[in-house]
């Protein structure tokens, strides 16, 4: 049996040699605290779970779904974009059903790149913004991602050659892993940018709802002429605590929205329709997001003055789940990560595992409870 070339090319999941130490120590009974995912720790709603309860015995939702989403969930999507931005979009057209965002992102890919076409990747981001281009045969251009520059990916950079063969441009703010915010000028600028390039700008907006210090996160889509050139993605994965339940939509440029559609109807049979349901509680009913931000906001708070103690530089977030904090001189970013995992049995997230502009960083995870937050802070300051 022969796999294909592709399989091969994908990069060796960084994890998967803290995961082999991880489960070597809990042999021993050793107890490890993981900071390292990105999955909120406290459940999902009860009122999304109560709408689930009855939509799952709602016979009419056993059948296979609408391809591109029910028509009441694709209208609450529009209807939740109007009500939290502000933002008009037609339901019908330019909005789509996803299977998580994740999925959204590997297809976008389909629809886009053809063999030896670049997509334009922030440098350090999301692993499928890389991985979906080396699974559909196009070619990654890592946009620099510095300090400096807030951890703004810095498209303007992109060498002519790259730019002739470019689709596709992903961005995500607020950002997963260096927690770095955008300003609408940058937002401009990638629309300005994308037009002159002709590029598809693909804004990967799952911290929309988690935001610090009274920071609404704002939708890529409010900018002018955004819809032009760009879709946004939303997911209730890290709003609403759902994760599990697979369910996020695609909303913005029709051309697009068709496109990934097409490649969807090939491929998957749309989102159970039951889960279509309880996403309609979660857009439209009451919102928790608020205490959720609340409750990160307070983990943020408690890392970051750790880390301060412990002579560690971190990003001040203004949202999302993680802390993205800089690593001691003399260290890789693996390096680092393993001491760490070695020593005081604390998984973290090593930069790199993001992309190059990710090296000398770490990624802490606040999807933690408070109390194990605490003790692998404590168990880091005892080892350095
Ligand atoms: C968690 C995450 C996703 C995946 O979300 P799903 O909707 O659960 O697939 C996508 N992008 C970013 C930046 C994320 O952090």
Redesign the pocket.
Known sequence: MRTAQRIAELPPYLFAEIDRKKEAKQAQGIDVISLGI?DPDTPTPDRIVDAMAEAIRNPSNHQYPSYYGAKRYREACAQWMDRRFGVKVDANDETLALI????G?AHIFLAFVDPGDYTLVPGCG?PVYHTGGILSGGLTHWMPMTEENGFLADFESTPADVLARAKMMFL?YPN?PTSAIATPEYFDRAIEFAREHDLLIIH?N?YSEIGFDGYKPPSFLERPGAKDVAIELF?C??AYNM?GWRV?FAAGNATAIKALGTVKSNIDSGVFTAVQDAAIEALLGPQEVDELSALYQRRRDLVIDALAKIGLRAQMPKGTIYVWARIPEGYTSADFATKVLEEANVIVAPGNSYGPSGEGYIRISLATPDDRLEEAIARIEATL
Request: charged share 25%; proline share 0%.
């Open positions: 990105g998580g965002s994740k999925e992102i999301y995500s997963n990967d799952a997911s994965s890290k994760t996020a």
